[in-house]
């Protein structure tokens, strides 16, 4: 025993004189650009050229701008993809954790819990869905007390809103096909939908999906089980799917209800959540605040204040779906 | 006399420079600083006003604010309920959620206090719910105020939110209920500058935070710590009747505040900005007067040393010259070019000078004079001015000699100091006499004096004058002869006088000059004397033919002298 624990510590005395001999001479070169430009990680679901959260007119590079930060002068980016994938998600938590950044920034739940996966120390500002306190990120929204910080949007209670809408927007509905992914069933998503859909008294059928080719097979079993609409819950890779499942449910004849602005300009008929870009935006604002010597941990967790109901009239059109007039009232963006 | 010269107790400079320096720098200073108070003041009071009207236009906006949500929702509690109104009501409370964002949720309730739609942005919504709302604080609250604000309630101890309730005018339109983010009121107070770094910020009834640019201050949540310091704030500025106040903001930092209240609510806008951005204007004035009063100071020490100089240097001067006037340098002048008092002082010192010089010489031509001629004689030919009388000429003089018997040979016989003494006694006695007859004691060595009587000042009868002298020296001398007698000093006294026609003047060379006669009546004189025996006084045939009349003579036949071919009559003056 005395001698395997000898050895792992000689091993790790190694492993730090190594780091240390490589560390040295490039810490001295490269010491202005690392010592004085704060680094900030961007992790993306989509390639880091595409993602709202990496994309140099998008909105959150948009709001270090308005907090004065130039990229690559000021401020040196690096962004990591997920390549689509939650197993490259987890992959580039680890790439990124291993990088000297004074913020990690990740725009949905499963990437602040892919990183946090990587380290507890590194501020992390994240867009978290679920509740921060229920999900294991923070202590309380007041103070998070960890290197957890940013905005959540309320939605698991919006997953129940939103099938309301849908029911709303077809008074006949009794019977939705619910699309989820698996991978973020840590999430209450599919019990949320559920549980709405037995107070509206609407039976919910989950229909699990994993992977983009699962989608079809997915929308033929709920054809055949007599879906008369479709319901698509919080997940990265039906984020990225929308063009896909908007196609597959006008093919079908199934009114689709979306969870973020971007759905309904794909095709899907209505949406309704938090203003997605606000919130990146709004990330903005913490990383400032980080880059300026706060603690993460006090920095409150905001939640949204304005929620944005779409509707896509063309949609609705092909389907022969007439929007009520309370609905239209509402509706803060209709796609004619 | 010590302090006359050297330095004095306390230097006129000195005492000049305070109080030059005072005169001027005291002004000054009393105006520079009581500019900067006044500065001070005005500042202070265009800071309370600018402060508090800040506010109330805070707390106005807020009204706005509220109001605006006020009348969105009095659309809801216009119509009566009844089966056909239910639809417009459903409307008019989406309506509300379009216009207003800080709308979370709105509840209709009807005139009988039953929930009859509850609207929410998040949760389901209920229609026709049945639910007895009658007895909810917003929904009695309406009903007896018309329009009710609720409690600031801290959503998960963060967000915060509020209750509004308002009813309808008529009972049977209902009340609405809405809840409210109150986050929203940033967009409000964010937009409040005071200044550079001046801000707005709100507390609620209970002295929460709930509005602040910092929104994360907000979502934090107001510790107890700040809770009491804002309690405190809010009662210092109403102890200050409203006054905008120094004290310490929310992050802990010296502000000038001013509030105001939020009608309707319990809530109160404080309007803030940092002390050192505040009183930057009242420092910058004190910098410019303190600089100003400095350049004043140095300007009035220089002024000060400048006319201090001016005054106490002439005065230096002067008493530069008094020392060298003093000590006989009487030709030296005294240059003070000021155009003033003290110039013409200057000239006094200098003209004194000059007189003293002559005044000088006059004494030393003086003392030269009073060697030969008796006092009152050398005052009369100074104060004439004329020297001319002491030049050389005839004249006819009475020459009187006189000398002590048996001096030799008490000389060789006695001690210096009897000698010394007996001179003294002497000379005394007859230095009076001539003095008082105004003659002219050309030379003495040792006892024997020779002296002219009416040269060089001419006076009226010299024979009488000088015979009547002669008598008087014989009486006092033969008064010392018999106390020199009794002393055992074998002395005697005798006199010569001659009259005739003598050359007179001065010889001698500079700074050794005598008045002297010469011819033969001197010689005679002379001769007369050395043949008087003690207690005799011996004149010649001419003088004893001139003074007959006045004296009584004793002729004593003729008598032969030295130097004369022909014997000579020889009288003696009786005198008792």
């Known amino acids: ?336 | 006399m010590k302090g006359a010269r050297g330095k004095p107790r306390r230097s006129l400079f000195r005492k000049y420079f305070l109080v030059l320096f005072i005169v001027v720098s005291v002004p000054l200073l009393t105006t520079g600083l009581s500019d900067a108070w006044f500065g001070y003041r005005d500042q202070r009071a265009l800071l309370n006003s600018l402060l508090r009207s800040e506010a109330n236009s805070a707390a106005s906006r807020i009204e706005t604010f509220l109001d605006t949500i006020k009348n969105q929702l009095s659309w809801t509690v216009r119509l009566n309920w009844s089966a056909d109104t239910r639809d417009q009501h459903r409307f008019d409370a989406l309506g509300v959620l379009r216009q207003v964002p800080a709308v979370i949720s709105i509840t209709l309730v009807d005139g009988d206090g039953v929930e009859q739609l509850f609207l929410s942005r998040i949760d389901l919504n209920r229609i026709a719910s049945g639910i007895d709302r009658s007895r909810d604080p917003a929904v009695s609250g309406a009903r007896s105020t018309q329009l009710w604000y609720g409690p600031v309630i801290y959503y998960q101890g963060s967000e915060p939110h509020m209750t509004i309730g308002l009813s309808g005018n008529r009972k049977a339109a209902g009340i609405v209920v809405a809840e409210i983010n109150l986050k929203l009121i940033w967009d409000v107070i964010s937009a409040i500058k005071v200044g550079e770094n001046g801000q707005a910020f709100i507390l609620d009834e209970t002295n929460k935070l709930f509005a602040h640019p910092d929104i994360s201050r907000v979502l934090r949540g107001t510790d107890d710590e700040t809770l009491i310091a804002m309690r405190d704030l809010r009662r210092a500025i109403d102890e200050a009747e409203g006054e905008a106040v120094v004290a310490k903001n929310i992050s802990n930092g010296n502000v000038v505040i001013a509030m105001s209240a939020v009608s309707g609510t319990g809530w109160a806008v404080f309007v803030e900005q940092p002390l050192s951005e505040a009183f930057a204007p009242i420092y910058s004035a004190l910098w410019r007067t303190a600089g100003l009063m400095l350049a004043a100071a140095a300007f009035s020490a220089l002024l000060a040393f400048w006319l201090a100089r001016r005054m106490a240097g002439p005065i230096g001067e002067l008493e530069k010259g008094a020392d060298h006037i003093g000590a006989g340098d009487f030709d030296y002048r005294i240059e003070i070019a000021t155009g003033d008092e003290l110039e013409l002082l200057a000239n006094r010192f200098n003209l004194m000078a000059r007189g003293l010089a002559v005044s000088q010489e006059r004494s030393e031509r003086i003392s030269r004079l009073k060697r030969f001629l008796a006092p009152q004689v050398a005052e009369l030919v100074e104060k004439s001015g004329d020297e001319s009388v002491l030049a050389g000429q005839r004249a006819e003089v009475v020459v009187v000699f006189c000398d002590l018997r048996g001096f030799t040979a008490f000389s060789a016989g006695s001690e210096p100091d009897e000698i010394m003494q007996v001179l003294s006694d002497y000379h005394e006695a007859l230095g009076s006499i001539i003095t008082r007859y105004e003659a002219t004691l050309t030379n003495f060595s040792g006892d024997g004096l020779m002296i002219l009587v009416n040269a060089p000042v001419r006076c009226a009868e010299p024979a009488i004058r000088a015979v009547d002298m002669a008598i008087e020296m014989q009486t006092e001398i033969q008064k010392l002869v018999t106390q020199w007698r009794s002393r055992g000093y074998e002395l005697g006294f005798g006199v010569g006088l001659a009259i005739g026609e003598a050359t007179v003047g001065r010889i001698g060379y500079e700074g050794r000059v005598e008045y002297t006669a010469i011819g033969n009546v001197v010689n005679l004189a002379s001769r007369l004397c050395s043949s008087a025996d003690n207690d005799q006084i011996l004149i010649d045939p001419v003088l004893a033919e001139t003074a007959r009349g006045n004296f009584s003579l004793v002729s004593l036949g003729r008598r032969r002298f030295k130097g004369y071919e022909k014997q000579l009559a020889v009288f003696s003056v009786s005198h008792s």
């Open chain 1, 1 to 336: 025993m005395g001698f395997v624990s000898m050895r792992s510590i000689s091993h790790k005395l190694l492993h730090w004189m190594s780091a240390l001999i490589v560390a040295l001479p490039s810490g001295a070169v490269g010491q202005s650009d690392t010592a004085t430009i704060p680094r900030i990680g961007l992790l993306t679901w989509s390639a880091c050229e595409e993602a709202w959260l990496s994309n140099s007119s998008g909105p959150f590079l948009r709001g270090l701008g308005e907090f004065g930060y130039k990229p690559g002068e000021s401020v040196l980016i690096e962004c990591r993809s997920a390549g689509k994938s939650y197993d490259g998600l987890s992959e580039a938590a680890a790439d990124l954790a291993k990088l000297p950044l004074d913020v990690i920034v990740g725009d949905s739940e499963p990437v602040a819990h892919a990183v946090r996966t990587e380290t507890s120390t590194i501020p992390m500002v994240m867009i978290i869905s679920g509740d921060p306190v229920d999900g294991g990120l923070a202590q309380s929204l007041a103070k998070p007390g960890g290197n957890v910080t940013g905005v959540t949007y309320y939605a698991t209670e919006l997953t129940a809103k939103r099938l309301e809408l849908l029911a709303e927007l077809l008074p006949e509905l009794t019977n939705v096909g619910v699309l989820a992914n698996p991978n973020v069933a840590y999430m209450p998503f599919e019990e949320d939908a559920k549980r709405a859909a037995s107070r509206l008294g609407i039976t919910a059928t989950v229909y699990q999906v994993r992977e983009p080719d699962d989608i079809v097979e997915a929308f033929l079993r709920m054809k055949a089980d007599g879906a008369q609409a479709v319901f698509v819950l919080p997940d990265l890779m039906l984020a990225n799917q929308v063009t896909k499942i908007a196609e597959l449910s006008l093919d079908h004849g199934l009114p689709s209800m979306g969870w973020g602005g971007w759905f309904t300009p794909a095709g899907f008929l209505m949406a309704y959540s938090s203003d997605y870009y606000t919130m990146i935006h709004r990330l903005a604002f913490y990383v400032d605040q980080i880059l300026s010597g706060a603690n993460p941990g006090d920095l409150p967790i905001e939640q949204p204040t304005t929620f944005s109901l779409s509707i896509n009239m063309k949609t609705a059109e092909a389907l022969g779906v007439e929007v009520p007039q309370g609905l239209l009232l509402l509706a803060d963006e209709v796609i004619e």
